[in-house]
């Protein structure tokens, strides 16, 4: 079918590795009807379908896509902001991206973030080669500005990051900071 809607190259790998919970529940609804259908083999099939599900679920356990690697940066970078470790998230960032780290520093002197700010959404795109990728992060909770008096906001945030692979390790090569409510650009210290 030429001009038709094709599939992602990555598709059947993203039903296993990134979300097989449908598929799973599908493979299990199969078992279920093949069982109850009374059919003469039923249980063999059954049987067959059950352990198709328990590899597919052991597959997704121990597959690990980049995406997911990506989400696992961010969510280590979130950690070190709300410690402050400066050199932990110095160290995420790749080299020729450096000018981050003092934008970091500068962020850890103006806010600090409370145990209770969290990721709410990641959206990883990865590219073909699996060399870069671009995550769209939603953050939200309780921020402290310790210059204005140690006042306490909620604040959502809304991040567009670039990253790339050096040497089999996700480094941070951008970071742009959008409004939450409709996605413009804003600068990294502008007030919501």
């Known amino acids: 079918m030429a001009g038709g809607p094709s599939l992602p190259k990555d598709f059947a790998m993203t039903y296993i590795t990134d979300n097989s919970l449908p598929l799973l529940i599908l493979i299990a609804a199969v078992a279920c009807v093949s069982f109850l259908s009374g059919a003469p083999r039923r249980k063999t099939f059954t049987a067959a379908l059950l352990l198709l599900g328990?590899?597919?679920?052991?597959?997704?356990?121990?597959?690990?896509?980049?995406?997911?690697?990506?989400?696992?940066?961010?969510?280590?970078?979130?950690?070190?902001?709300?410690?402050?470790?400066?050199?932990?998230?110095?160290?995420?960032?790749?080299?020729?991206?450096?000018?981050?780290?003092?934008?970091?520093?500068?962020?850890?002197?103006?806010?600090?973030?409370?145990?209770?700010?969290?990721?709410?959404?990641?959206?990883?795109?990865?590219?073909?080669?699996?060399?870069?990728?671009?995550?769209?992060?939603?953050?939200?909770?309780?921020?402290?500005?310790?210059?204005?008096?140690?006042?306490?906001?909620?604040?959502?945030?809304f991040w567009r990051t670039e990253w790339k692979t050096e040497d089999g390790t996700w480094k941070l090569v951008e970071v742009t900071r959008l409004n939450p409510l409709n996605g413009t650009e804003m600068g990294y210290f502008s007030a919501q």
């Not at 600090?112 to 699996?130: C, Y």
């Not at 990728?133 to 500005?145: E, F, K, P, Q």
């Open 54 to 157: 328990c590899g597919v679920y052991f597959l997704e356990q121990n597959i690990v896509s980049p995406a997911e690697k990506v989400e696992h940066e961010l969510h280590v970078m979130l950690d070190h902001f709300k410690s402050e470790n400066l050199s932990g998230i110095t160290a995420q960032i790749a080299a020729e991206s450096q000018p981050l780290a003092e934008i970091a520093k500068k962020g850890l002197e103006l806010v600090d973030l409370s145990e209770t700010f969290h990721i709410k959404s990641i959206d990883v795109t990865v590219d073909d080669a699996a060399a870069s990728a671009v995550a769209m992060v939603r953050a939200n909770g309780l921020v402290t500005l310790p210059f204005h008096g140690g006042a306490t906001h909620r604040v959502p945030n």
